[in-house]
């Protein structure tokens, strides 16, 4: 075929161009892979304790840029409801691990064993049982080289790791789990909390178990269905880093843009003879300028190809070097950059294309 003998001609110019192309793509599925990876690690914790109510301070609406502080006998008055089956008291604050060889700041997470508020999975190890037990993440461990049955200091406690989990990687942090009572232990101020989680026996009754809250405590509770207070937790995660994402992913479909169009420039001015020689025997403008077409295609399909071989190994080597980086990359994330690698592959060539009409016929004789 004419369109891949032309870019076979110069295979340097080839490999080179292939390489951009594919790095781009590359950088753009790990911007998404990373993107998903901090929805799924901040959620999961949520979408995973059994809780149909989330019971948090007035006008906080979540728990990943928002504070929340109760006292914790109001879990027992709230508890008078008899359509209530359960409440769990969660205490959340940031606080700094030592670990043998360095230290890093978790968002520490107090729950009664046996209760609600527990991690999502436990990978290995067990869950907690006494007061001077933790759990951590399992990216937190394999980053500070702590394992199940390791010792970690928490403001001069030594707590036993007991377990690891997973879906509680935040990225830019990790939960760590302890007993309410020790978290509770660690504040000046003991019998606080940060929200309750209600389980009722009835799932036709949440709404009813809420406006009774409201009614009996106004104006001191923000009162959620767990599917709400999800999405007010993704909305935060979407306001604080789907932006800057969209721009590196847009930089990124730019770069492409700008070489393609180019790489099939200089290709198109390097063939002017060619493209000359097409005209005086026929060729219509429109097929030439397929051909242009065809090139970027060319291209831009065997630079995905490339980008999706190379994505593995630099996910596994960049886990490698930072674990607590996750990354999760799906098959709609594939499917969709292939179709957005092809259309601008489109777009540059017929871009390019222009130049085809500006060669005259006559240039064959020059």
């Not at 599925?29 to 989330?54: A, P």
């Not at 406690?157 to 990687?169: A, F, H, I, K, R």
């Not at 009572?181 to 009754?205: K, T």
């Not at 709400?228 to 935060?236: C, I, K, P």
Request: with cysteine; glycine share 8%; aromatic share 6%.
């Amino acid at each position: 075929m004419y369109a891949w003998r032309v870019l076979t001609a110069h295979p340097v110019r080839l490999l080179l161009t292939l390489s951009g192309i594919a790095l781009c793509v590359v950088l753009i599925l790990f911007i998404l892979g990373i993107y998903h990876g901090i929805k799924v690690g901040s959620l999961e914790y949520i979408r995973q304790t059994e809780g149909d109510i989330w019971v948090l301070q007035a006008n906080t609406t979540n728990i990943m840029r928002g504070t929340s502080i109760l006292l914790e006998g109001y879990r027992e008055e709230i508890c008078d409801d008899a359509r209530i089956d359960s409440a769990a008291s969660v205490l959340m604050f940031l606080t700094t691990i030592d670990c043998a060889e360095s230290s890093a700041s978790v968002l520490l997470t107090g729950y009664r064993p046996g209760a609600l508020g527990a991690p999502p999975r436990i990978v290995e190890g067990r869950e907690l049982r006494a007061d001077d037990e933790i759990v951590l993440d399992e990216a937190f461990a394999v980053k500070h080289d702590v394992g199940v049955g390791a010792r970690v200091g928490i403001r001069g406690d030594s707590l036993t790791v007991v377990g690891l989990s997973s879906g509680t990687n935040l990225s830019v942090m990790q939960y760590a789990f302890v007993t309410l009572a020790y978290e509770q232990s660690l504040v000046d101020f003991p019998g606080l909390a940060s929200l309750f989680v209600l389980q009722v026996r009835n799932r036709r009754d949440i709404a009813g178990v809420m406006r009774n809250i409201d009614a009996r405590f106004p104006g001191q509770f923000a009162v959620y269905t767990k599917q709400e207070f999800l999405d007010n937790n993704l909305r935060e995660v979407d306001a604080g880093v789907l932006p800057l994402f969209y721009a590196i992913a847009l930089i990124g479909a730019v770069v492409l843009a700008i070489i393609l169009s180019l790489i099939l420039s200089v290709s198109i001015l390097e063939r002017r003879s060619d493209f000359a020689v097409m005209k005086i025997i026929g060729s219509p403008v429109r097929y030439l300028r397929r051909v242009v077409v065809g090139q970027s295609l060319l291209i831009g399909g065997a630079a995905e190809a490339l980008g999706l071989l190379l994505l593995y190994p630099v996910l596994a080597g960049i886990q490698m070097v930072t674990p607590e980086v996750a990354a999760t990359i799906t098959t709609m994330h594939v499917i969709g950059i292939t179709l957005a690698v092809l259309g601008i592959s489109a777009a540059s060539g017929l871009l390019a294309s222009r130049r085809v009409r500006q060669i005259a016929p006559s240039e064959v004789f020059s």
